[in-house]
């Protein structure tokens, strides 16, 4: 099976613009998380989507949404881009739980590096 | 709030030595806890998980309840198991909750 793609792999933005970064995840997996790594933070959860529905959502500002399509991929956007958005952000894809709150196992994508300048 | 605690930024050992990456957490529930690990150049991806209770590449881990720790531990380090090793925790409704990672180096 080919593992989870995220488009671009590299951006670079300035100050105040948005951007739209997408994930295609393994075949058969509906659920789509996304994370955001720095090396101050580390990796912080974004948010998760299943069945095109938000189902978990981390600690971030509302400048940052996204959104799940019918064929499982995904997107994430983020408005009014600041200096700090400058991360490695990384959308994992694994199979819906059979059990109810049990976390299955996530498969990463290589990731989009963002420059914000 | 859940929170995981890697106290160790960076760990070397020699080839051949027990190896023990820390990991504690806090989280009022009952966790699931897991360790990824990122080797060079490669994706995230997952090691083990405490419900598994198998040994991964010669990586075992035991959930502690009591002392909230989940540690990492081999008890001969391979060259090849120089890598950034994540622990991490899923509670529920805030998806996975990460430590900061170890990096581990093998030395020859």
């Known amino acids: 099976k080919a593992g989870v793609t995220q488009t671009p792999r590299y951006l670079i933005k300035t100050r105040g613009q948005q951007v739209t970064l997408s994930c295609s995840p393994i075949s058969g997996h509906r659920s789509v998380s996304w994370y955001q790594q720095t090396p101050g933070q580390g990796l912080q959860f974004l948010f998760e989507y299943f069945s095109e529905t938000q189902r978990n959502k981390g600690n971030f500002p509302g400048r940052f949404s996204g959104r799940q399509f019918s064929n499982s991929r995904s997107e994430m956007n983020v408005s009014t881009l600041e200096l700090g958005d400058s991360a490695l952000y990384l959308c994992?894809?694994?199979?819906?739980?059979?059990?109810?709150?049990?976390?299955?196992?996530?498969?990463f994508g290589p990731g989009t590096r963002l420059l914000v300048l | 709030a859940q929170r995981v605690t890697q106290p160790e930024k960076l760990l070397s050992v020699f080839k051949g030595a027990p190896v023990e990456l820390k990991c504690n957490y806090s989280?009022?529930?009952?966790?699931?806890l897991f360790w990824y690990v990122q080797y060079s150049r490669q994706r995230l991806q997952l090691l083990l998980r405490h419900i598994s209770r198998e040994s991964i590449k010669g990586f075992t881990a035991d959930l502690n309840k009591g002392e909230t720790s989940f540690h990492l531990k081999k008890p001969f380090a391979q060259e090849e198991d120089s890598a950034m090793y994540y622990c991490a925790l899923h509670g529920g409704a805030d998806g996975l909750t990460f430590g900061k990672g170890t990096h581990l180096i093998i030395q020859p």
């Open positions: 994992a894809s694994s199979l819906p739980s059979g059990r109810a709150r049990m976390q299955e196992t996530q498969y």
């Open positions: 989280y009022s529930g009952s966790p699931e």
